[in-house]
């Protein structure tokens, strides 16, 4: 009984991004990472090295970043038919984005301290083992930086190609960039202090390098959070929403909510009062236009009052 019109009625909830090529990317980076962390612990204890056990152990943060972002893409994919999840698991890879974030201003804040202690009790400095893992950390991260590039072209659910920000992938992407720029200002310090005797050079660097990296990790929570807290969407685009609605016939929208499903997909609810209510895919297709909107949902009040006649 009324299976038909159900079927068509019925709307999707699955907002998950599909992105297999990134996800494998990840996996090659995050094995590429365990194996030069091994190498680098196992080299810095045999040869008394503290740079490279040091460099070998802060690579660990970032191979924890990288299963964050391995364990969002698969958490997503095998729930996202779960009906516990309302609209389905579309947000779950911008909270591996943001719980990434966090991860990376942890980095930034153990590089400050580090940073602020070396410059106050500067330390003897082995130049050769210390530029040796900076070099082998930034060879390691260019080539996972290139792995980890997003083209920003990727397939949704629903099979078509759009053009988005997968904030999972940037996350990783923004851990890479930021092992590549300690690397680089590592590189800078040593060479200087070594040959012109600065080495307070070092400590300086390390605190611009975690100056930078707070920046990177600020700017990932800030476009993170909104889709976490249902933010909505730019008021331009709602105006042109409530203008389109409210153009057809007597309409008038009395309540009308835009929020985030996922961070390319936008669900709407719209109350209407009109004095002639006319079916509601009616008014959903007043809306066709605006592909941004993955989930309508349309009420209609009759307006009873004689000066809706008017």
Known sequence: ???????NLQQDHDFVTVNPHAEKRTR???????????????AGTLFGSMALLADGWHMATHVVA??????????????????????????????????????????ALMMLLESIERLVNPHQIEFSAAILVAVIG????LISALLLKDNHAHSHNHGHAHSHHDHNLKA??????ADALTSILAIIALIGAMYLGWLWLDATMGI???????????????????????????????????NCIESDADNRIVDFHIWHVSANHFAAIISIVTSEPKATHHYKSLLTEFDRLSHITIEVNQCHDKSCRH
């Open 172 to 177: 990783a992407y923004m851990h890479v960039l």
């Open 28 to 42: 090659y980076v995050l094995f590429l990472t365990v194996i030069t962390m091994v190498a680098e612990i196992i």
């Open 138 to 141: 930034l060879v390691v991260n």
């Open 208 to 242: 611009i390098g975690a100056a930078i990296i707070s920046i990177w990790a600020i700017g990932l929570i800030r476009e993170t959070s909104p889709v976490l807290l249902d933010g909505s969407i730019d008021k331009s685009y709602s105006q042109a929403i409530q």
């Open 1 to 7: 009984m009324h299976q038909r019109t159900i079927e």
């Open 66 to 107: 990288f299963l964050i972002t391995l364990f969002a893409y698969s958490y997503a994919a095998k729930n996202k038919a779960n009906a516990a999840f309302a609209f389905g698991t579309g947000k779950v890879s911008v909270l591996g984005g943001f719980a990434s974030a966090i991860a990376l201003g942890v980095v």
